[in-house]
């Protein structure tokens, strides 16, 4: 079998995240999508302990419906597969969604969905390879979400010391130019009181000088 794309929905078929196994077109996947909601329109909205199957014209659409109490909304779990494809294997793909989900996501709803997104999206990749099912359980995949928390925590940590040291750097840069202008405002200052004690002189100066002028006496 085949899952084309999984995606994550509102009640109304309005898109949380999607993640598609196929080199198809994006478009291509927004129009199963648009499709989806036009299918899903008119159908009872609540809460399903299994799952249910929509068909258009190329391709089958599994989906399961969640409902959260606490705020009286609707998420769908959704898978886009071909029409020739095990519907159990599809089904079991999507226990393991919202397994995942419900050890993510402490309510089922549009915050806490697009929160744990990346989350999904790496779960996605556990459980599906160029779109067939890949034999994984949940312990395999909440240990690969682990460890890309890890990886994820340990570059956020790189991050953080680099802006640091780039501030740190800024700081240095910043106290070395007020350092060196308060330099150079002292060097013109100097200039400019020694221009001053030996550049200048007064009427009074002139008026001590000795006079070196002859006076002639008449004979």
Same mark, same amino acid.
């Given at each position: 079998?085949?899952?084309?794309?999984?995606?994550?929905?509102?009640?109304?078929?309005?898109?949380?995240?999607?993640?598609?196994?196929?080199?198809?077109?994006?478009?291509?996947?927004?129009?199963?999508?648009?499709?989806?909601?036009?299918?899903?329109?008119?159908?009872?909205?609540?809460?399903?302990?299994?799952?249910?199957?929509?068909?258009? !014209? *190329?391709?089958?659409?599994?989906?399961?419906? $969640? @409902?959260?109490?606490?705020? +009286?909304?609707?998420?769908?779990? #959704?898978?886009?597969?071909?029409?020739?494809?095990?519907?159990?294997?599809?089904?079991?793909?999507?226990?393991?969604?919202?397994?995942?989900?419900?050890?993510?996501?402490?309510?089922?709803?549009?915050?806490?969905?697009?929160?744990?997104?990346?989350?999904?999206?790496?779960?996605?990749?556990?459980?599906?390879?160029?779109?067939?099912?890949?034999?994984?359980?949940?312990?395999?995949?909440?240990?690969?979400?682990?460890? !890309? *928390?890890?990886?994820?925590?340990?570059?956020? $940590? @790189?991050?953080?010391?680099? +802006?640091?040291?780039?501030?740190? #750097?800024?700081?240095?840069?910043?106290?070395?130019?007020?350092?060196?202008?308060?330099?150079?405002?002292?060097?013109?200052?100097?200039?400019?009181?020694?221009?001053?004690?030996?550049?200048?002189?007064?009427?009074?100066?002139?008026?001590?000088?000795?006079?070196?002028?002859?006076?002639?006496?008449?004979?």
């Amino acid at each position: 079998m085949v899952i084309i794309a999984a995606a994550v929905c509102a009640g109304t078929g309005r898109v949380y995240v999607s993640r598609q196994f196929l080199e198809i077109s994006r478009a291509h996947i927004d129009e199963h999508l648009s499709t989806f909601k036009i299918l899903l329109d008119g159908r009872p909205v609540g809460f399903s302990l299994s799952f249910s199957v929509v068909e258009s !014209e *190329s391709v089958r659409f599994v989906y399961r419906k $969640l @409902i959260e109490p606490k705020y +009286e909304g609707v998420v769908i779990v #959704l898978l886009i597969t071909t029409k020739n494809e095990n519907i159990l294997v599809a089904k079991k793909c999507l226990e393991l969604t919202v397994d995942v989900m419900k050890e993510r996501c402490m309510f089922f709803d549009e915050k806490w969905v697009l929160k744990h997104s990346l989350d999904l999206v790496l779960a996605f990749d556990e459980m599906v390879s160029m779109g067939y099912v890949v034999d994984v359980d949940m312990g395999a995949v909440v240990e690969c979400l682990s460890m !890309e *928390s890890e990886e994820e925590n340990r570059q956020r $940590l @790189i991050r953080n010391w680099q +802006e640091m040291e780039t501030r740190k #750097l800024a700081e240095r840069r910043t106290k070395d130019q007020e350092k060196e202008a308060r330099a150079n405002s002292a060097v013109a200052d100097t200039d400019v009181v020694s221009y001053s004690t030996f550049g200048s002189y007064t009427l009074e100066q002139d008026a001590l000088k000795p006079s070196t002028m002859s006076i002639k006496r008449p004979p």
